[in-house]
């Protein structure tokens, strides 16, 4: 048994592993917080479109001149801005929020491609395997301090404006006749969103990030009977998802952002077939 | 007469499109007045301006002596279709302590749980304090949000449809509740149906609106077409509806 354990941990020894480890548990604390908010305003495509968002925000950075790891300044704002305009789209036309974050998701992207492309010869090579998949295991010290204190800055908001949040989430009219700013909740809500897609993005890539937000969240869902204990539920399930999956990903040899999302999809169907019983 | 509500040739636009024009009625307090009309004639409108929730053109309404949305605590209201997350996982207790406090409740206190209970207890839903939400049916969910309205000791009620939805034995029992608790309780209430029945066991008085006040009378005198007495009852000089009347549902 003792072997085992041993085993298990041994990825520890290494600082690079223990970066990842804290960067995941940081990222599945903040993505899971926010998640369990976004799954229930039925917004959990918003995460996968602000992730492809965060895509041409990089990719804009990396035209300007910045390194891959510095672009990530360029794509903070960028990836703001596209879920403010996502929520105006959605709020003053008659449009969804699934068909708003389609077309903002499409041409975020496209203009990621066609930022790459303008950079010319001169411009800093790029491993675009890295941009889309992630790169858990080579987080910097300078990238785990940008993913901690953006999972902080979450955690803090979310305790000072949880209450609203959760009134505003569970019936927005009945909020605003409280007087709770209901608009600005949702601003607040998909901005942190977007904090959180563009820090995870650069960790387990733009393809894997949403699921980072929306599946602890979503196995969350099924057990939970009060908004607190899904909340701790939807944290347990990424923290738990995050350590296997990287430990995993580690004795496989293959990526960790692989490993973690299947994890978590795992946890997610077994919740489906315990619920059902 | 001191006024639970006062309309003053209200004007409210939606777009391009004017959906009420000059409505004016009073509503006493302990009056329960029904609010009946044609679809599209500016019911649901009313008590969301009145609430405060869409802004007046032209005109004014008085809530409790004050403008809309000032006097919140006084008044409960049950909206026509429950625009609450179907999935949010609640029970009962965290729906009536989140309208007493305003936010929504992560921990329910010992005295709140009691306040949930009494509350509960006047709408015959004691027994639901620590079901989930997403268990209720839909007559059981019209008591919840009756006694969610009625958390705060309103002294007005604002009803919109609310056994819409709800089959027919719920819809009666639901309007016993609701004449019970008007009989007991020293509440003015406004409520938007188009169901005849409810309006002769529960309404005091009823409007007639179609885009402007058409009638408004007592029951009797707006449900069987007494179109003069009614006009005369209200002290307006109201144009008799060539359909008026509230449907039978």
Same mark, same amino acid.
């Given at each position: 048994m003792d072997g085992v354990v041993e085993l298990l941990l041994s990825?520890?020894?290494q600082g690079f592993v223990r970066r990842a480890l804290a960067a995941g548990l940081a990222l599945g604390t903040a993505g899971a917080l926010i998640g369990v908010f976004v799954v229930q305003r039925g917004l959990g495509l918003i995460a996968d479109g602000l992730a492809h968002a965060t895509f041409g925000g990089i990719a804009l950075g990396l035209l300007l001149g910045a390194t891959p790891d510095r672009a990530i300044w360029v794509a903070l704002p960028f990836t703001v801005a596209v879920a403010l305009g996502i929520q105006q789209l959605r709020r003053r036309t008659s449009l969804g929020g699934d068909v708003a974050t389609g077309v903002f998701f499409a041409v975020s992207f496209a203009a990621g491609v066609l930022f790459l492309g303008l950079r010319?010869?001169?411009g800093v090579p790029v491993n675009v395997e890295a941009l889309l998949f992630g790169s858990m295991l080579a987080v910097s010290p300078e990238a785990l301090t940008v993913v901690a204190l953006v999972s902080l800055l979450v955690v803090a908001v979310l305790l000072r404006v949880g209450p609203q949040l959760a009134y505003a989430t569970f019936d927005a009219e009945l909020a605003r006749l409280s007087g709770v700013r209901v608009a600005a909740l949702e601003s607040l809500l998909l901005a942190l969103t977007a904090l959180v897609v563009v820090v995870g993005a650069k960790t387990v890539g733009v393809v894997l990030i949403a699921a980072f937000v929306v599946i602890p969240a979503a196995a969350a869902q099924l057990f939970g009977r009060t908004l607190g204990a899904t909340l701790v539920l939807a944290v347990a399930a990424s923290l738990a998802g995050t350590a296997f999956g990287l430990f995993a990903s580690y004795h496989l040899n293959v990526a960790p952002g692989a490993t973690i999302v299947l994890t978590l999809g795992a946890f997610f169907f077994l919740a489906l077939v315990l619920r059902r019983r | 007469m001191s006024l639970a509500l006062a309309a003053r040739d209200v004007v409210v636009e939606l777009g391009a499109r004017?959906?009420?024009?000059g409505v004016s009625f009073e509503v006493a307090r302990g009056e329960f007045a029904a609010l009946c009309g +044609?679809?599209?004639?500016g019911k649901t409108t009313f008590l969301r301006a009145a609430l405060g929730l869409v802004p007046l053109a032209k005109g004014s309404i008085e809530v409790l002596g004050a403008r +809309?949305?000032?006097a919140t605590a006084g008044v409960g209201y049950l909206p026509?279709?429950? !625009? =609450? !997350?179907? !999935? =949010? +996982?609640?029970r009962v207790l965290d729906v009536i302590a989140a309208a007493r406090r305003g936010v929504w409740p992560f921990h329910v206190s010992g005295p709140e749980r009691e306040r949930a209970l009494e509350v509960l207890a006047r709408v015959g839903g004691?027994?639901?304090?620590?079901?989930?939400?997403?268990?209720?049916s839909g007559g059981e969910l019209q008591r919840v949000f009756l006694a969610r309205a009625l958390a705060r000791d309103p002294a007005l009620l604002l009803l919109d449809e +609310?056994?819409?939805?709800?089959d027919g034995g719920g819809r009666v029992e639901f309007f016993e509740l609701l004449a019970g608790i008007a009989a007991r309780e020293d509440l003015a209430a406004l409520l938007v149906t188009h169901n005849a029945a409810a309006v002769r066991r529960l309404a005091d008085r009823v409007v007639y609106l179609?885009?402007?006040?058409r009638a408004w009378g007592t029951p009797n005198q707006v449900l069987d077409r007494d179109w003069e007495r009614a006009s005369a009852f209200s002290g307006h000089d109201h144009t008799a509806p060539v359909d008026a009347r509230c449907e039978d549902a």
């Amino acid at each position: 048994m003792d072997g085992v354990v041993e085993l298990l941990l041994s990825p520890l020894g290494q600082g690079f592993v223990r970066r990842a480890l804290a960067a995941g548990l940081a990222l599945g604390t903040a993505g899971a917080l926010i998640g369990v908010f976004v799954v229930q305003r039925g917004l959990g495509l918003i995460a996968d479109g602000l992730a492809h968002a965060t895509f041409g925000g990089i990719a804009l950075g990396l035209l300007l001149g910045a390194t891959p790891d510095r672009a990530i300044w360029v794509a903070l704002p960028f990836t703001v801005a596209v879920a403010l305009g996502i929520q105006q789209l959605r709020r003053r036309t008659s449009l969804g929020g699934d068909v708003a974050t389609g077309v903002f998701f499409a041409v975020s992207f496209a203009a990621g491609v066609l930022f790459l492309g303008l950079r010319g010869p001169r411009g800093v090579p790029v491993n675009v395997e890295a941009l889309l998949f992630g790169s858990m295991l080579a987080v910097s010290p300078e990238a785990l301090t940008v993913v901690a204190l953006v999972s902080l800055l979450v955690v803090a908001v979310l305790l000072r404006v949880g209450p609203q949040l959760a009134y505003a989430t569970f019936d927005a009219e009945l909020a605003r006749l409280s007087g709770v700013r209901v608009a600005a909740l949702e601003s607040l809500l998909l901005a942190l969103t977007a904090l959180v897609v563009v820090v995870g993005a650069k960790t387990v890539g733009v393809v894997l990030i949403a699921a980072f937000v929306v599946i602890p969240a979503a196995a969350a869902q099924l057990f939970g009977r009060t908004l607190g204990a899904t909340l701790v539920l939807a944290v347990a399930a990424s923290l738990a998802g995050t350590a296997f999956g990287l430990f995993a990903s580690y004795h496989l040899n293959v990526a960790p952002g692989a490993t973690i999302v299947l994890t978590l999809g795992a946890f997610f169907f077994l919740a489906l077939v315990l619920r059902r019983r | 007469m001191s006024l639970a509500l006062a309309a003053r040739d209200v004007v409210v636009e939606l777009g391009a499109r004017r959906v009420l024009d000059g409505v004016s009625f009073e509503v006493a307090r302990g009056e329960f007045a029904a609010l009946c009309g +044609p679809n599209g004639g500016g019911k649901t409108t009313f008590l969301r301006a009145a609430l405060g929730l869409v802004p007046l053109a032209k005109g004014s309404i008085e809530v409790l002596g004050a403008r +809309p949305g000032v006097a919140t605590a006084g008044v409960g209201y049950l909206p026509q279709t429950k !625009s =609450f !997350s179907g !999935s =949010f +996982p609640a029970r009962v207790l965290d729906v009536i302590a989140a309208a007493r406090r305003g936010v929504w409740p992560f921990h329910v206190s010992g005295p709140e749980r009691e306040r949930a209970l009494e509350v509960l207890a006047r709408v015959g839903g004691e027994h639901l304090v620590d079901s989930s939400l997403r268990g209720l049916s839909g007559g059981e969910l019209q008591r919840v949000f009756l006694a969610r309205a009625l958390a705060r000791d309103p002294a007005l009620l604002l009803l919109d449809e +609310p056994t819409a939805g709800v089959d027919g034995g719920g819809r009666v029992e639901f309007f016993e509740l609701l004449a019970g608790i008007a009989a007991r309780e020293d509440l003015a209430a406004l409520l938007v149906t188009h169901n005849a029945a409810a309006v002769r066991r529960l309404a005091d008085r009823v409007v007639y609106l179609d885009g402007t006040v058409r009638a408004w009378g007592t029951p009797n005198q707006v449900l069987d077409r007494d179109w003069e007495r009614a006009s005369a009852f209200s002290g307006h000089d109201h144009t008799a509806p060539v359909d008026a009347r509230c449907e039978d549902a």
